[in-house]
């Protein structure tokens, strides 16, 4: 990273980075007493590192039709047609846009059943970039999570984690473990600034070893940034704490690397120590202090479709490779046309260079900074891949059961074509023993920013909007769930206006 540009030290509080204000661990106290949480004086605008070849158009669309689409949808925005939807902020999954090299990869794919030379060239990139011993391919990252809960996890085993993620604690049910949350409780706070609200509470790992004995935890998963947090890092020092913990035990540790590089960046920019590594560098440490991992490639990886097992233990790798072949495919494709492989393994290194990571993480602190200034309540910090907003506060009226993030979601719709996702109770789910409700502190609406797809003047329309909702939010009503499916019912969910 270019320094002499990049940053400028400004009074001794805080360092610009061409494109925002962070703040450095030193002065942290003294932010967190101020509830500063960035200073927005630039000297320079800042802009993306590539320049747009080719448009998709989009559909523009009325409040009458907005209105009933939503209507039909049963007022989940999973079931929108994307035709309907102007600015697209359901996910950062799948929806980034390739670059041209990746576009020229697609073309190289090699369609072989067996041994396609783009598996190679992938394994060959994740070892180089992440430095696990072992790859296999799955089709996302969930394909991934099933081989890893299924080698790994005996009935009755119980999995640590910094805060559960939908799809990775389902998997860790389904082979018979339970999740426990062992995130530090600044987490939990919408409003905490603490600067790696991602971390493992050490101690809180401690208890559950005493409690249960280091025989029943067969590893702790972490996850690099946590989504269900609002998209915060862990940092460096945590997971080597983790890794020095785990080690005494005889306990693996499991990465969730699905944005590993964003987790790296916020390392970059945050941790004392770290602000001249390079994101490569920072992402290459936090895999060492890991056995294995899981990677969804659809997120930092920027592809369409995508992802991978990680493992160094040889035996666990014949086991999870023999497994592949019964649910995605042969263990050098793992559900991937040989053509997707060649776009992740491009993907892999672009989504580790500064100036890529600067520009992503750059436009989501400015839709991040446009909200916080016109009075939003939101997750701070500013997470990786989106801003988190505070449904809670936002609709203070409703009850959690009333779901106020489900309709802040399709309010957003309703006012300009906007699609955010649900991230409170309605994705929390229910307790499989009791049946209850799980009724999460977080209660949140997020707009997710897909990686080089939208421009700086979208997300000046997404804070407008956001901004009118909240000005007519007195009278937003809340909903009644008519449907509900077994498991992950917030994809299918469907409501009524109460
Ligand atoms: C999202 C997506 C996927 C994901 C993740 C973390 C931290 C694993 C995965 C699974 C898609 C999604 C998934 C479930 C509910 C809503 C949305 N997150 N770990 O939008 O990866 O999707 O490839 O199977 O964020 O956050 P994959």
Known sequence: MNFGRAVIWVADSFYLCRTHFYYLPECLPELQAKKILMVKEHTRSWAEPFKIKMVELLKMTTPAQRAKAIKEAGYNTFLLRSEDVYIDLLTDSGTSAMSDAQWSGLMRGDEAYAGSKNFYHLDAVAKKYYGFKYIIPTHQGRGAENLLSQVMIKKGDVIPGNMYFTTTRLHQELAGGRFVDVIIDEAHDPESLHPFKGDIDIEKLASLVKKHGADKIPYVCVATTVNMAGGQPVSMSNLMALRAFTAKHGIKVMLDMTRIAENAWFIQQREKGYSRRSVASLVKEICSYTDGATFSGKKDALVNIGGFLALNDKDKFEEASNLVVVYEGLHTYGGLAGRDMEAMAIGIVESVQDDHMDARIGQVLYL???????????????????????????????????????????????????RAMERGIVSAGRNAKTGDHYYPKLELVRLTIPRRVYTQAHMDVIAESVERVHERREKIRGLEMVYEPRYLRFFQARFKKK
């Open 368 to 418: 991040g900074s446009e909200l916080a200034e016109r009075g939003i309540p939101i997750v701070r910090p500013i997470g990786g891949h989106g801003i988190f907003v505070d449904a809670k506060k936002f609709l203070p009226h409703l009850k959690q059961t009333e779901f106020p993030a489900q309709v802040l979601a399709a309010e957003l719709y309703e006012d300009a074509g906007i």
